[in-house]
C-alpha cells in the first residue's frame, strides 16, 4: 500500500486563505467618506466573527436534526454525539455574548462617526442569523415582522436557503417527535402519566390541602386553598390535548409525557444522556435568548430608540420584542421545573420496565 502522499503546497495561510480573508475588512468610512473612521474596524471584525460562529451553529445544529431523521433506535446509539454537540453551540453562545463586551469598548459617539456610511445594511439582514432561528425551531407565526424580515432576502440562492430553513423540520420539530415514541411510554404494563398524576395530586394534598384545612387563620387558608386549586389544575391544563403551537404551549401532550419521564427517571442508565441533552437544549434557549437580551442592551446603548440603521426596523424597540417568549425555542422543557415534586412522591417504575431501562445502546466515541 502506498504512503499518503503529503500536501507539500499547504501552509498554514493557504489552508485557512489568509490571504483573502484578512483583506475582507473594508472600512465605508474610508471607501465612501475618504477618512477612516478608527471604530469601523472593529464594528467590521465583530460582526464577521458573529457570522464565523453563526456558520458553525449552523453545522452543528443541521449534523444534529440529520441525527433525529432516523429511527429511534438510531438516535439513540447517537446521543452521545448529539450531547457532545449540543454542548458545543451552548459554548459558542457563552463566547458571542462574551463578543459584546468587545464592542462596547466603543462608545455611541464613535459609532455615529461612521454610522451613516452604513446604509442600507443592517444585522436585520443576516440570512444566517434567520435560518439559525428557523433550524432551532422559532415559531414562525410567533414572530413580529414574520413578512418583512423575508423581503431583506431578494436574490435566489438566499431566497432558497431562506425556504429551506422555514419548510425543513426544526430542531424542536424533530426533539418533539423523538419524545413521542420513546418506546417505554407505550409499555402498557405502566401508565406514565395516570401514576404521575396521582402522585402529584398526593404531594399537594399532603403539602397543601391537608394544611389548609387545620388553617384558623381564613385569608391565609383561602390563599392556601387558591394554591391547591391552581396546583390540582396544573396537570390537566399542561397534558390535554390542545393546540400546541402557542405561545405557551408548545409539545404534545405525548412529548411532554416523554420529557417528563426523562426528568422524573434520569438516574435509570437509559435516560442518562436523554436528560443531558434536554438539559443542554433548555441551556441554548436560555443562552440564545440571553444574546438576545445582551444585543438589544448595547443596541439601546448606541442608538437610543433611533430606527435601525437600514430602516428594516424599529432598531431598539424591535429587538426588544425579541426577548419575549414568542421566541422561545424548548418554552415546555424550561417549564419543566413546574410539574416536579419531591422524590419521595414519584410513582415506582416496575421491575420490568426498571430492567429496560438499565439497557442503554453502546455509542461511538
Not at 26 to 53: C, M, N, R, Y
Not at 92 to 113: A, G, R, S, V, W
Amino acid at each position: 500500500m502506498s504512503e499518503k502522499k503529503e500536501n507539500e503546497d499547504l501552509h498554514y495561510d493557504t489552508y485557512l486563505r489568509l490571504d483573502s480573508f484578512l483583506e475582507c475588512q473594508i472600512p465605508q468610512s474610508l471607501k465612501l467618506g475618504g477618512q477612516l473612521v478608527h471604530d469601523e474596524h472593529l464594528f467590521i471584525t465583530t460582526h464577521q466573527a458573529f457570522e464565523l460562529w453563526f456558520k458553525q451553529i449552523l453545522v452543528e445544529i443541521d449534523s444534529v436534526r440529520e441525527m433525529f431523521h432516523h429511527e429511534f433506535e438510531v438516535v439513540e446509539s447517537k446521543m452521545l454525539y448529539i450531547v457532545r454537540r449540543l454542548g458545543r453551540v451552548a459554548a459558542i453562545f457563552k463566547l458571542i455574548i462574551e463578543q459584546f463586551h468587545i464592542l462596547e469598548t466603543m462608545t455611541p459617539i464613535d459609532y455615529m462617526d461612521f454610522r451613516y456610511y452604513l446604509k442600507p445594511a443592517s444585522g436585520f439582514q443576516s440570512l444566517q442569523f434567520r435560518c439559525l432561528e428557523n433550524k432551532l425551531g422559532v415559531v414562525e407565526d410567533l414572530r413580529r415582522y414574520k413578512d418583512a424580515y423575508k423581503d431583506e432576502f431578494i436574490d435566489e440562492k438566499s431566497k432558497t436557503i431562506l425556504a429551506e430553513s422555514i419548510n425543513s423540520p426544526s430542531l424542536a420539530d424533530l426533539v418533539e417527535k423523538w419524545l413521542e415514541n420513546i418506546p417505554v411510554l407505550n409499555d402498557h404494563g405502566f401508565d406514565i402519566l395516570q401514576s404521575y398524576k396521582n402522585a402529584f395530586l398526593k404531594w399537594t394534598k399532603d403539602t397543601i390541602l391537608d394544611p389548609a384545612m387545620n388553617e384558623r387563620d381564613a385569608k391565609r387558608k383561602e390563599k392556601m386553598m387558591t394554591e391547591y386549586n391552581k396546583q390540582a389544575d396544573i396537570i390537566d391544563v399542561m397534558f390535554e390535548d390542545v393546540d400546541k403551537k402557542t405561545e405557551h404551549r408548545r409539545m404534545s401532550s405525548k412529548a411532554l409525557t416523554g420529557a417528563l419521564m426523562i426528568s422524573l427517571y434520569r438516574e435509570e442508565p437509559r435516560f442518562n444522556q436523554p436528560f443531558q441533552m434536554l438539559t443542554l437544549l433548555k441551556e441554548v434557549d436560555s443562552l440564545m435568548a440571553k444574546w438576545r437580551d445582551t444585543h438589544v442592551s448595547m443596541v439601546h446603548r448606541m442608538i437610543g430608540q433611533k430606527p435601525g440603521v437600514g430602516y428594516c426596523s424599529s432598531g431598539y424597540l424591535y429587538l426588544r420584542s425579541t426577548c419575549s417568549d414568542n421566541y422561545a425555542i424548548f418554552p415546555d422543557l424550561i417549564n419543566m421545573p413546574t410539574y416536579l415534586m419531591p422524590r419521595v412522591y414519584y410513582p415506582q417504575l416496575p421491575e420490568t420496565l426498571k430492567q429496560k431501562l438499565a439497557f442503554a445502546h453502546n455509542s461511538q466515541t
